[in-house]
């Protein structure tokens, strides 16, 4: 889980456009910036050469809020949503589900966005420990960090795995991510790989399509 | 060559799943880990919101254990998703009977979860080896798989509840000051 194929370190996703959002928390947080590279968006200059569009509807809020994504809206003079990220998220069936981090409007971002950061996650499942709650992204605008903003995402969606009566939480860091690692660390996280000898395994499209259609065994 | 056929779990066979899951664990040396009951596995698995999902192989009545099981083997999987890339299917257990081995039951479970993650559009199947388990590092890896712990440097963490207890109730915390 977590790591993605041949990915490059970062990308920059475009957020469609300015709406009206809520004030900042702001208590500063030294291991923000540090911590989104966790998610594996080392260089933000570095790009895989896609570039989505994410364009989540928010409802204005009163207060600095971290609140679930909602399908696109059509928006006037906006970009078309992505549509498998819509279907895959808002669709009959939900294979991940978002937070987003919204400020106020007179807190935008130089381009405009008032949507600057995300956590993804979906629920998993352990056969020692039953449902776990999985964070596969974590992700705040380079202008929003500092500000306390990527530890209330995480701490929601805590919250969330909790009323789902989750007992762990996981997540997937890389190795030279050492003040991330330590972040972690310092809330109570346990590296699996390092104590329990746990490696992430991958089998990529071409080798699923050889194993479904190959002749069982040897 | 030992007949079988692979099939999707019953609530049935949650007694055979639970019983196969501590056999995993003790070959892992985790039996006491496994906090699992049949109940949580009965609810979490066939009820209106599945969490996880299951292919089991079964043998016929002449092939059965010693103590009468019909069930030597499974897989547990269920639904991942990476934002770059889509859906992935991440297999979460896998397991044949020590004395069912060799027959080619491991193989054809793998091909069917690969069936499933093609037919179901997941662009890749993820899954986790403990490093000393050379068996099936190279059962896997002679498939094709890679081991992206080691190429890409991905580290697996987790959070216990107590500390996610802690982390939501800080955030409280902090949310109540002016």
């Keep these: 889980q977590g790591p993605r194929a041949g990915r490059s370190r970062g990308k920059v996703p475009l957020w469609g456009r300015p709406v009206q959002a809520a004030s900042l928390e702001t208590h500063p947080d030294p291991c923000t910036e540090q911590l989104e590279r966790s998610a594996g968006w080392g260089a933000p200059e570095q790009s895989r050469g896609l570039s989505r569009t994410l364009e989540l509807g928010i409802d204005p809020q009163e207060n600095g809020s971290c609140n679930p994504a909602q399908p696109a809206r059509g928006q006037q003079g906006n970009p078309a949503d992505d549509p498998v990220l819509s279907e895959d998220g808002f669709g009959e069936h939900h294979f991940y589900k978002c937070l987003v981090a919204e400020v106020p409007s007179e807190h935008r971002s130089r381009d405009g966005h008032t949507v600057v950061g995300y956590g993804l996650y979906f629920f998993t499942y352990s056969t020692w420990k039953g449902r776990n709650i999985y964070m596969e992204d974590l992700y705040v605008m380079p202008e929003f960090r500092g500000k306390g903003i990527g530890k209330k995402l995480m701490s929601k969606i805590a919250e969330v795995g909790l009323e789902n009566h989750c007992t762990q939480m996981k997540f997937a860091v890389l190795d030279w991510n050492r003040p991330a690692i330590d972040f972690y660390q310092s809330q109570g996280a346990l590296d699996l790989t390092a104590t329990e000898g746990w490696h992430v395994f991958r089998f990529e499209s071409d080798g699923m399509r050889r194993l479904a259609q190959g002749p069982p065994g040897e | ?178």
Aim: with cysteine; charged share 30%; proline share 5%.
């Design chain 2, 1 to 178: 060559m030992a007949p079988f056929h692979i099939r999707p779990a019953r609530p049935e066979d949650c007694a055979d799943l639970l019983r196969l899951i501590k056999e995993l664990a003790k070959y892992e040396d985790m039996e006491d880990q496994v906090v699992l009951t049949e109940k949580d596995l009965l609810e979490d698995g066939f009820g209106e919101h599945p969490f996880y999902h299951c292919l089991v192989a079964e043998v016929p009545k002449e092939h059965w254990t010693p103590e009468g099981y019909s069930i030597v083997g499974f897989a547990m999987y269920y639904f991942t998703y990476d934002p770059w890339i889509g859906k992935l299917l991440y297999l979460e257990d896998f397991f044949v009977m020590n004395e069912f081995r060799g027959f080619g039951i491991g193989s054809e479970i793998l091909k069917k979860l690969s069936q499933v993650a093609v037919k179901c559009r997941c662009s890749s199947m993820h899954f986790l080896v403990a490093e000393w388990n050379e068996p099936s590092i190279r059962f896997y890896k002679r498939r094709g798989a890679s081991d992206l712990s080691s190429e890409e440097g991905w580290r697996l963490f987790k959070i216990d509840k107590e500390y996610l207890m802690k982390m939501a109730t800080e955030d409280r915390n902090y949310s109540s000051q002016p």
